[in-house]
T-cell receptor, first 112, second 111 residues
Framework: KAGVTQTPRYLIKTRGQQVTLSCSPI?????VSWYQQTPGQGLQFLFE???????NKGNFPGRFSGRQFSNSRSEMNVSTLELGDSALYLC???????????FGNGTRLTVT | GQQLNQSPQSMFIQEGEDVSMNCTSS?????WLWYKQDPGEGPVLLIA?????ELTSNGRLTAQFGITRKDSFLNISASIPSDVGIYFC???????????FGTGTRLTVIP
C-alpha cells in the first residue's frame, strides 16, 4: 500500500507570495491532517479534514488554509508568505478518529 | 498548545546499550504514540498505546502508557546504528483529535 505522498518536496518562495502544497493520503484513509515543523516550535498542528470538512483547527493565522477533495486528497495554502513561514510542512492521514496518524515526508518550504 | 515535556533532549550511546526516554505532561492523555524521524523524512509511527498501564513491544522497542495517564516511556534494547534519529512522543486528549507532540529526543549511536 502506498504511503502518504506530498508534493512538491521542496519549494522556494519570496515574501508576499502564496503557495499551495498537496497531499495524497493512504488509500482508504479519509482523514488528513497538516502539521508545521520548525526547529524552534517543533511540530504544531495546523488543521484536520475529514470527508471534505475541516474537523479541527490549530492556532495559526487565517493566511493558512486548507481543503479536502472528494477523493480525500488535500491541499493547504499559505498566502502573503512571511520569512517565519519557512518550515517543513507535514501531511498525515488516518483511517478513523481513534487511529494513529501516518505521515508523509513533507514539503520543505523556504521563504526568502 | 498542550505541552509535552520530553527527556532527555539528546543522548549519545554505545552500540549495544539500552536506551530509555520519557514524556510527561501536566494533563491527562487518552492515547500515547511514539514516532521516529530520520533526516529529510516524516515521522514514522513506532508504537501506539491506548490504555493506562498498557505495555507494548515492537521488536527491540517497548513503550508504556503511564498509570496516571500523564506520562509514557520508550525503551530501546541493544541499540544499533540505524536507531539514530529523533524520537517524538505524541498524545491525544479527550475532545480533541489532533496530536500534541513532545520536543523530541535526538539519539546518536556510536558504533
Amino acid at each position: 500500500k502506498a504511503g502518504v505522498t506530498q508534493t512538491p518536496r521542496y519549494l522556494i518562495k519570496t515574501r508576499g507570495q502564496q503557495v499551495t502544497l498537496s497531499c495524497s493520503p493512504i488509500s482508504g484513509h479519509r482523514s488528513v491532517s497538516w502539521y508545521q515543523q520548525t526547529p524552534g516550535q517543533g511540530l504544531q498542528f495546523l488543521f484536520e479534514y475529514f470527508s471534505e470538512t475541516q474537523r479541527n483547527k490549530g492556532n495559526f493565522p487565517g493566511r493558512f488554509s486548507g481543503r479536502q477533495f472528494s477523493n480525500s486528497r488535500s491541499e493547504m495554502n499559505v498566502s502573503t508568505l512571511e520569512l517565519g513561514d519557512s518550515a517543513l510542512y507535514l501531511c498525515a492521514s488516518r483511517q478513523g478518529k481513534e487511529s494513529p496518524l501516518h505521515f508523509g515526508n513533507g514539503t520543505r518550504l523556504t521563504v526568502t | 498548545g498542550q505541552q509535552l515535556n520530553q527527556s532527555p533532549q539528546s543522548m549519545f550511546i554505545q552500540e549495544g546499550e539500552d536506551v530509555s526516554m520519557n514524556c510527561t505532561s501536566s494533563s491527562i492523555f487518552n492515547t500515547w504514540l511514539w514516532y521516529k524521524q530520520d533526516p529529510g523524512e516524516g515521522p514514522v509511527l513506532l508504537i501506539a498505546l491506548y490504555k493506562a498501564g498498557e505495555l507494548t513491544s515492537n521488536g527491540r522497542l517497548t513503550a508504556q502508557f503511564g498509570i496516571t495517564r500523564k506520562d509514557s516511556f520508550l525503551n530501546i534494547s541493544a541499540s544499533i546504528p540505524s536507531d539514530v534519529g529523533i524520537y517524538f512522543c505524541a498524545g491525544t486528549q479527550a475532545g480533541a483529535n489532533n496530536l500534541f507532540f513532545g520536543t523530541g529526543t535526538r539519539l546518536t549511536v556510536i558504533p
